[in-house]
């Protein structure tokens, strides 16, 4: 299953000096992954995936953010940096699962 979307990159408050950053998963593509991954989760409640984003791939997880009801994916400091992204931009994302 494959999904694609935009979203802006953030930059996650509790841990500002990390630099961790992340962008939010629409709340429809969020539904959709809940349904098609139903049953028991790694840790967190993470859901393995392939990512692109630009001419960058790679095999992370999202995981669920209890305050937004949405899934919320990990970007990179070497995939911001090859995309020449930063906190604030607007990724263009493709997502694949992998646990479906």
């Not at 299953?1 to 930059?11: D, G, N, Q, R, Y």
């Not at 919320?72 to 995309?83: F, I, M, N």
């Amino acid at each position: 299953m494959s999904f694609s979307f935009e979203a802006e990159i953030w930059l996650w408050d509790a841990r500002r000096l990390d630099s961790w950053t992340f962008v939010s998963l629409p709340e429809d593509v969020s539904q959709e992954i809940r349904e098609r991954t139903d049953g028991p989760r790694r840790g967190f409640g993470a859901v393995r995936v392939q990512v692109t984003i630009g001419a960058t791939a790679w095999k992370t997880s999202v995981f669920p953010d209890s305050g937004s009801k949405c899934y919320v994916l990990p970007v990179k400091r070497a995939v911001r940096k090859a995309e020449s992204l930063g906190v604030g931009e607007i990724a263009a994302v493709t997502l694949d699962l992998l646990d479906a």
